[in-house]
């Protein structure tokens, strides 16, 4: 951050983006750096306001009904810097009348830089609104607070499923179940990895088992392994 003079006035602090190799001088390797997380839009209605409320304390039987859509965009800003942003539409609805609806598209700017494509797209498909996703909840949340109805606190969201969903649809078919291991071990501990047929889950000329080895954990800031 830095103040500016302009004609006599210092204007108020502004971030200052910088490349990842401007950054930490390593170019070449595998970065992925968060420098910034915002909000960039928000909104509450509750349009039967106050009616709404002496509803529900009328009828305490009354359950209503949430409904929640989640949406994502990146965009590329150059530089090895991404927008990503997350939006979650929070519609909670009584019967037929619609209690509250919550609105919040969650930002972030990542520097993501020496990846390949397909792990480019894991880490702005998976990782990211993994870690927007609590911000976003938290407005959420006070937002409903706030709009006089009880606290409403989202549940966690597999964002690594469904990016994996995503692809698995992008590549066609894959009706069958998606085969998996867990195994805990020390760093450079061999993992084996089942594999089968992506829409047949019973074609035996296809099951086969992989064995992969890291010899060195992942770097702090990613946390994660996609294979």
């Known amino acids: 951050y830095e103040m500016v003079p302009v004609t006599g006035v210092q204007t108020c602090a502004l971030p200052i983006f910088t490349t990842l190799d401007q950054a930490n001088g390593q170019a070449g390797q595998p970065q992925l750096v968060l420098q910034k997380i915002y909000v960039k839009d928000v909104s509450f209605e509750a ?11 009328e009828n305490e039987q009354a359950q209503p009904q949430v409904q929640l859509n989640l949406g994502q965009s990146a965009t590329d800003l150059g530089g090895d810097l991404y927008e990503v942003v997350l939006s979650l539409t929070l519609t ?3 019967g037929e009348r619609t209690a509250y609806l919550a609105e919040v598209q969650q930002a972030g700017v990542f520097g993501i830089a020496g990846f390949d494509a397909a792990d480019r797209d894991g880490v702005i498909g998976s990782y990211c609104p993994n870690l927007l996703f609590p911000y976003a909840r ?3 949340s006070s937002l ?4 006089g109805f009880p606290p409403f606190l989202l549940q966690p969201i597999n964002f690594d499923a469904l990016f994996a969903e ?21 760093v450079g501990a061999s993992i084996d990895l089942p594999l089968g047929h992506k829409d047949d889950p019973w074609s035996f000329d296809h099951f086969d088992t992989m064995t992969l080895c890291i010899p ?4 702090p800031e990613i946390g994660r392994a996609h294979v």
Not at 144 to 147: D, F, S
């Open 216 to 219: 060195d954990g992942p770097k």
């Open 144 to 147: 409903v607070l706030e709009g």
């Open 92 to 94: 909670c609805t009584l």
């Open 138 to 140: 938290q407005v959420i």
């Open 47 to 57: 349009p039967n306001a106050p009616q709404i409320f002496q509803e529900i304390g």
């Open 166 to 186: 995503q692809q698995r649809r992008a590549a066609g078919g894959g009706e069958a179940v998606i085969p998996s291991n867990v195994k805990l071990g020390a």
